[in-house]
C-alpha cells in the first residue's frame, strides 16, 4: 500500500506532509505508518517506516530530525542532523536538507514556513503546550533565524475535533484562570463535562503571534480509525497501545 500524504498549497513549494496511517509496516493495533519510537511496536519495524517517510520526502533517514516530545513549550534550532532528540516539542531550521518531524495521536502537529526567508519550523501542541506558548515560541525562534512573522504559513494537521474532546471542570478551569476569553473554545457536554476545540485555539494562538495566515485541514484524528492514530480512541477501547503519526517539513 502506498504512504497517503497531506499537504496544503500555503506551505508549498516547501516539501511537507501530514501523513496518515496508510502504507506503513506495522500490525496489531499499529497498523499502518506507525513512526513512534516511544511506542511498544518492534523497534525495527518503525525503523522501517520512517525510511519509507524520509524516501518521501527525499531525505536519508538521518535527516529526518526528531524531539524527545515532553509537552512543553521548548524549541530546538535545528543546524545538522545530530542536533535532534533533546527534550523539547518543537524545531526550526534555516539549514536545506533538513526534515522537521513531529509525532501526534490527537494532539496538534503544525508545520510552518518562512518561504521568501527560508526557515521552517515544526510543533507538537497538545493542549498543555498550546497553553504554555509553545505555537508562540516556535514563532520567535524563526524570527531569530531571519523568519518575519508576517510572512510565516502556518498549517495545523490532523487533530482531535471538539466533538471528540470532552473535558471535566478542572481543565476549563485552567484555560479561564490564564485567559477568561478562552471560554469560547468551549462547549456543554454531557454530565457537567464540556468539549474542548483545540484546533480553533491553535489557530487563534497562532494568529495572536502575528502570522500571516493560519489554517486547520480540519481531519479529526478520532473519528477516523482506518486513517489515523487516536490516543483517546485507544484509551476508550481499552487497547494496551497506540501508534504515532507523523509530520514533516523539509527546505
Same mark, same amino acid.
Given at each position: 500500500?502506498?504512504?497517503?500524504?497531506?499537504?496544503?498549497?500555503?506551505?508549498?513549494?516547501?516539501?511537507?506532509?501530514?501523513?496518515?496511517?496508510?502504507?506503513?509496516?506495522?500490525?496489531?493495533?499499529?497498523?499502518?505508518?506507525?513512526?513512534?519510537?516511544?511506542?511498544?511496536?518492534?523497534?525495527?519495524?518503525?525503523?522501517?517506516?520512517?525510511?519509507?517517510?524520509?524516501?518521501?520526502?527525499?531525505?536519508?533517514?538521518?535527516?529526518?530530525i526528531?524531539?524527545?516530545?515532553?509537552?512543553?513549550?521548548?524549541?530546538?534550532v535545528?543546524?545538522?542532523?545530530g542536533?535532534?532528540?533533546?527534550?523539547?516539542?518543537?524545531?526550526?531550521?534555516?539549514?536545506?536538507?533538513? $526534515?522537521?518531524?513531529?509525532?501526534?495521536?490527537?494532539?496538534?502537529?503544525?508545520?510552518? $514556513?518562512?518561504?521568501?526567508?527560508?526557515?521552517?519550523?515544526?510543533?507538537?501542541?497538545?493542549?498543555?503546550?498550546?497553553?504554555?506558548?509553545?505555537?508562540?515560541?516556535?514563532?520567535?525562534?524563526?524570527e531569530?533565524?531571519?523568519?518575519? $512573522?508576517?510572512?510565516?504559513?502556518?498549517?495545523?494537521?490532523?487533530?482531535?475535533?471538539?466533538?471528540?474532546?470532552?473535558?471535566?471542570?478542572?481543565?476549563?478551569?485552567?484555560?479561564?484562570?490564564?485567559?477568561?476569553?478562552?471560554?469560547?473554545?468551549?462547549?456543554?457536554g454531557?454530565?457537567?463535562k464540556?468539549?474542548?476545540?483545540?484546533?480553533?485555539?491553535?489557530?487563534?494562538?497562532?494568529?495572536?503571534?502575528?502570522?500571516a495566515?493560519?489554517?486547520?485541514?480540519?481531519?479529526?484524528?478520532?473519528?477516523?480509525?482506518?486513517?489515523?492514530?487516536?490516543?483517546?480512541?485507544?484509551?476508550?477501547?481499552?487497547?494496551?497501545?497506540?501508534?504515532?503519526?507523523?509530520?514533516?517539513?523539509?527546505?
Amino acid at each position: 500500500m502506498t504512504l497517503e500524504i497531506l499537504t496544503d498549497d500555503r506551505l508549498s513549494p516547501i516539501r511537507h506532509g501530514f501523513f496518515t496511517r496508510k502504507g506503513g509496516a506495522s500490525s496489531g493495533v499499529f497498523s499502518g505508518l506507525n513512526c513512534g519510537r516511544g511506542s511498544s511496536d518492534q523497534s525495527e519495524i518503525v525503523s522501517i517506516n520512517r525510511a519509507r517517510v524520509a524516501k518521501a520526502m527525499g531525505v536519508t533517514p538521518e535527516n529526518l530530525i526528531s524531539v524527545h516530545q515532553v509537552h512543553s513549550a521548548d524549541v530546538q534550532v535545528i543546524d545538522s542532523p545530530g542536533s535532534g532528540q533533546a527534550r523539547a516539542d518543537a524545531m526550526v531550521t534555516a539549514t536545506p536538507g533538513l $526534515a522537521l518531524s513531529v509525532l501526534t495521536a490527537d494532539c496538534q502537529p503544525v508545520l510552518f $514556513a518562512d518561504r521568501q526567508a527560508g526557515v521552517i519550523g515544526a510543533a507538537h501542541a497538545g493542549w498543555r503546550g498550546a497553553l504554555d506558548g509553545v505555537l508562540e515560541e516556535t514563532v520567535t525562534a524563526m524570527e531569530r533565524l531571519g523568519a518575519d $512573522a508576517s510572512q510565516i504559513r502556518a498549517v495545523i494537521g490532523p487533530a482531535i475535533s471538539q466533538q471528540a474532546y470532552e473535558v471535566g471542570q478542572d481543565f476549563l478551569e485552567r484555560f479561564l484562570d490564564a485567559d477568561p476569553q478562552n471560554q469560547r473554545f468551549f462547549i456543554n457536554g454531557a454530565q457537567g463535562k464540556y468539549h474542548f476545540d483545540l484546533p480553533a485555539y491553535g489557530l487563534a494562538r497562532l494568529r495572536q503571534a502575528g502570522i500571516a495566515e493560519a489554517v486547520w485541514t480540519r481531519h479529526c484524528t478520532y473519528g477516523d480509525p482506518d486513517r489515523f492514530y487516536s490516543f483517546r480512541r485507544t484509551t476508550h477501547a481499552g487497547e494496551a497501545d497506540y501508534g504515532r503519526l507523523i509530520s514533516v517539513i523539509c527546505l
